[in-house]
């Protein structure tokens, strides 16, 4: 096969952005990444719980809109934003692992990118892509959970929602208090330092990232 129709038959993927920044939040906080943000989730958060919102905040991000992209432009990008390589990749969303597979993944290892990461709501199972860290941040009931390992598990609280029950073993367990846009209720934030005191087996974890004025 030609290299120009090998073009025109590898995959797309729905990009919304990609962009170089640190990660704010959960046991990686502090690290340099870039952030590879696909179009689309399966689930739509809201202060009130529904069928897709765990209910208690609402989604700030924007994920709707997107550009389609092979493994090899997203790789690409990626090195034009780090070109020196060396520096972990965040798959992110909305939810990443409706379109996330391993031949981006080895791309991605192969252009010398690593740790490989994803954050994702656990709705789908995402062993099988070889990532070297799990993010999983869970938006429907646990029986619903198809990750059953992971590297951290970090669950969104606002004022008044109790302590999570996770099925996922975690090596780590963060309580975040969910932020209105770039804005923190002090009570929340309160609630949440509460609910750390009250489990010592859980740490907090603030979007600090907003706090910093970055991406």
């Known amino acids: 096969m030609s290299a120009s129709r090998k073009a025109r038959t590898a995959r797309a993927y729905a990009v919304n952005e990609i962009f170089f920044s640190l990660q704010g939040e959960g046991a990686r906080a502090g690290t340099p990444n870039v952030f590879v943000r696909f179009s689309g989730c399966n689930m739509r958060c809201d202060i ?16 709707e ?9 997203i790789v690409v ?92 073993k975690a090596a780590r367990k963060f309580i975040s208090p969910a932020f209105s846009g770039d804005s923190l209720d002090p009570d929340t934030l309160r609630w949440c330092v509460d609910l750390v005191k009250a489990n010592p087996e859980w740490a907090l974890s603030v979007q600090q990232h907003k706090t910093w004025g970055i991406r």
């Open 77 to 168: 990008s990626a090195l034009k934003l780090a070109p020196r390589g060396g520096v972990g990749v965040i798959f992110t969303g909305g939810e990443p692992a409706l379109q996330l597979d391993k031949p981006l993944v080895d791309s991605m290892r192969k252009a010398g990118f690593g740790p490989l990461c994803i954050e994702t709501n656990g709705t789908i199972d995402v062993a099988p892509l070889g990532l070297d860290w799990i993010s999983l941040s869970p938006k429907v009931a646990e029986h619903a959970v198809r990750v059953s390992t992971c590297s951290e598990i970090r669950y969104v609280r606002g004022y008044g929602q109790g302590i999570p029950r996770p099925r996922a």
């Open 65 to 73: 809109s997107g550009r389609p992209m092979t493994a090899a432009q």
């Open 48 to 63: 009130q719980p529904g069928k897709s919102s765990p209910g208690g905040f609402a989604c700030d991000t924007e994920f």
